[in-house]
């Protein structure tokens, strides 16, 4: 699973990772203990049930996550009694798991152990409604209490991840540049730099380069960052790798722990990576010329032919006409010539003409 999480700069709830990762509670239990914690002071005098309506949970559901609550000490409830005979439920909430005597005390006004003190009504006027902000904060409540031992401060549940070695020594190469002969890499800008800096390559680099933060949101530039490293994004075009390549090579195989600055990242990477230069290829050699127009040596008319190979004499149409007139030929005397005698004739003709060496008139061994 990947995931990328970033913390946001206002407007937000802290949520305890114990909380997070409680396994007996459900999904509908810890949305309530997150939901009723984010809640503004004023709105926090009604009861359970009816934040949970806000938020659609309902019947058994409710009941199934109120339980889960009580039964892991978010939720303590007792009734008390009230003028006129009549009976109240109290309901005591908290982002913590709190103890019954831990409860108790909170209901009474007393601070619990390791706890701050609790205010019902709050000290001072409350901050208003008017931009920018008017008035003295209030104290806390139920639900917005935090351990006595962690510090309300700034949100740091997502500190800045750490570079590599190489990824900070781009990152200086590019920050650090104050020399203007100096360029994105860290070095005294030359001929070369210069160069790469003009060309149709470098615009279309530099569309490449801001049109990175739709493919990775880490990887957003501003246009003066974009165009101070297009002249390396240039090289690879001018390389023969294509605008698609490049956007692809600069996404993909992010490090896992997030990039801290984009420009310096890509810097980094623009030249670690940065293909090799294509090899010169000679030029194809033209195909040769075809032979020259000869006289066919056969019969008929005169024409002109190409030789399909040096020793040609005849073109094609004659020279199959004279295989057809060779092979009739040789079938034709081939028919005339008479068959040969019987083998017993043969041997008859062989024995009276005096017979092999070594076999007598009768055939018979000597």
């Given amino acids: ?32 203990v997150i939901y009723v914690q984010g809640l503004p002071e004023s709105a926090r005098d009604k009861a359970l049930g009816e934040h949970a309506r806000a938020l659609h949970i309902t019947g058994r559901q409710y009941q199934k996550a109120k339980s889960e609550l009580v039964a892991s000490g978010y ?21 913590f798991p709190l103890t019954d005597d831990q409860a108790a005390r909170l209901r009474a006004g007393v601070p619990a152990d390791g706890y701050e003190v609790m205010s019902v009504g709050g ?6 409604a008017h931009f920018p902000t008017v008035g003295a904060p209030g104290g806390r409540v139920v639900g917005g209490l935090l351990p006595a031992d962690e510090e309300p401060g700034k949100n740091e549940s997502h500190p800045p991840t750490e570079a590599r070695e ?18 994105v890499c860290g070095e005294p800008c030359g001929a070369a730099c210069r160069e790469s800096s003009a060309g149709p390559e470098v615009a279309v680099a530099e569309r490449v380069l801001l ?3 739709h493919e990775q949101r880490q990887l957003h530039l501003g246009v003066p960052e974009a165009r101070s490293i297009a002249g390396l994004a240039a090289e690879w075009l001018r390389r023969g790798v294509t605008a698609a390549d490049l956007r692809r090579a600069l996404c993909n195989g992010l490090p896992p722990q997030g990039v ?55 073109c094609g ?29 043969r041997f ?11 076999v007598d008139a009768e055939g018979g061994a000597p």
């Fill in 1 to 32: 699973m990947l995931s990328h999480v970033i913390p946001p700069p206002r407007g937000y709830t802290k949520v305890s990772n114990g909380l997070v990762r409680q396994s007996r509670l459900g999904s509908d239990a810890k949305i309530l």
């Fill in 75 to 95: 939720v303590h409830e007792k009734r008390e009694t009230v003028a006129g005979g009549r009976w109240r439920t109290v309901q005591v909430f908290s982002n």
């Fill in 123 to 128: 000290a001072g006027s409350a901050p208003s």
């Fill in 166 to 183: 190489g990824e900070e020594a781009a990152v200086e190469g590019v920050g650090g540049a104050e020399d203007p002969s100096e360029g």
């Fill in 211 to 213: 049109s990175l933060r």
């Fill in 260 to 314: 801290r600055t984009a420009v310096g990242f890509l810097a980094h990477r623009l030249k670690e990576k940065l293909p090799a230069a294509p090899e010169s290829v000679d030029p194809p050699q033209p195909p040769p010329a075809p032979p020259a127009l000869i006289a066919c040596a056969g019969p008929g008319e005169e024409h002109l032919f190409r030789p399909p190979v040096p020793w040609a004499t005849t």
């Fill in 317 to 345: 149409p004659c020279h199959r006409e004279e295989q057809r007139a060779f092979w009739a030929d040789a079938l034709g005397r081939g028919d005339a010539a008479p068959e040969p005698p019987p083998w017993r004739e």
């Fill in 348 to 358: 008859a003709a062989f024995a009276e003409g005096g017979g092999a060496p070594g």
